[in-house]
């Protein structure tokens, strides 16, 4: 069977990881977090004291730093599915933490960062069969991607599914802020200059605001069928 790339780009909490997550446990194909890799970024910068509380970035340090960052993603068996490392440290919990969250766009618009992690990217993804989702990688990591899909659902329902999954996790955080970091982290993807979100020409737009898992799974199926076999 021939093994493609699919892009899954689209805005915050749009379901893009576990649509991703999904495709890549049917298909056996490996699954890029992008995000998780920004959101690692900014969690080495908060620990190393290179962004400040009001968001201020010691930018030379950090692209000095960059060459010591060390991503990997490795299989968890305990949650079926990868986990994030940085320098050999498993950092999944920490990464989603919402300081990190309300960071993350200061250091994803840096563009030596986005240049480092996307040659990480393409090394990871230079196989085929892997799924990768992010913001930008129907245009620039991937722009060859076989299969490229944007991912939208209303505003109010992105929190929402934020929300619950925070709560879930017994984190105390109100929606009212949880609308706020998503809507400041969809006016920095859209007006980023590098690297910004955008829908790849190619790409084929899906909005999940009502469609649940199984029918996003029939609907993506029965595309890559078509392009594996
Ligand atoms: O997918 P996410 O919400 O975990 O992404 C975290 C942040 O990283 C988000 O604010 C946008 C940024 N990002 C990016 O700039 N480029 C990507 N390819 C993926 C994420």
């Known amino acids: 069977m021939r093994k493609i790339i699919i892009a899954i780009d689209g805005y915050s909490s749009s379901g893009k990881s576990s649509f991703a997550k999904s495709i890549a446990k049917k298909y056996g194909y490996i ?11 900014t969690f080495y910068a908060m620990q190393n ?9 010691d930018t030379a340090e950090l692209i000095k730093s960059l060459p010591q960052i060390k991503i990997t993603f490795r299989y968890n068996p305990d949650i079926e ?7 050999g440290q498993k950092i999944d919990e920490q990464i989603r933490e919402v300081t990190v969250s309300d960071n993350v766009y200061i250091i994803s618009g840096i563009p030596e960062v986005r240049e480092h992690l996307v040659a990480l990217q393409r090394e990871m993804g230079k196989e085929k069969g892997v799924v990768v989702d992010g913001r930008d990688i129907g245009t620039v990591v991937f722009p060859d991607a076989e299969l490229k899909i944007f991912m939208t659902a209303d505003p109010e329902i992105r929190a929402m599914r934020r929300y619950m999954e925070l709560s879930q996790a017994g984190k105390k955080v109100s929606l009212e802020e949880i609308t706020q970091n998503i809507l400041k982290r969809d006016n920095a993807d ?5 690297g910004p979100l955008k829908k790849a020409e190619d790409a084929l737009s899906l909005d999940n605001s009502n469609l649940s898992v199984e029918q996003q799974m029939m609907w993506v199926s029965e595309k890559i069928d078509k392009l594996i076999k």
């Not at 699954?31 to 970024?41: H, L, N, S």
């Not at 004291?49 to 970035?57: F, Q």
């Not at 599915?81 to 320098?87: C, E, G």
């Not at 859209?190 to 590098?194: A, D, E, M, P």
Request: neutral net charge.
């Open 31 to 41: 699954f890029i977090d992008t995000g998780a890799m920004y959101r690692a970024v």
């Open 81 to 87: 599915a990868s986990s994030i490392y940085l320098n």
């Open 49 to 57: 004291g290179l962004i400040d509380s009001t968001g201020a970035v």
């Open 190 to 194: 859209i007006t980023r200059t590098v």
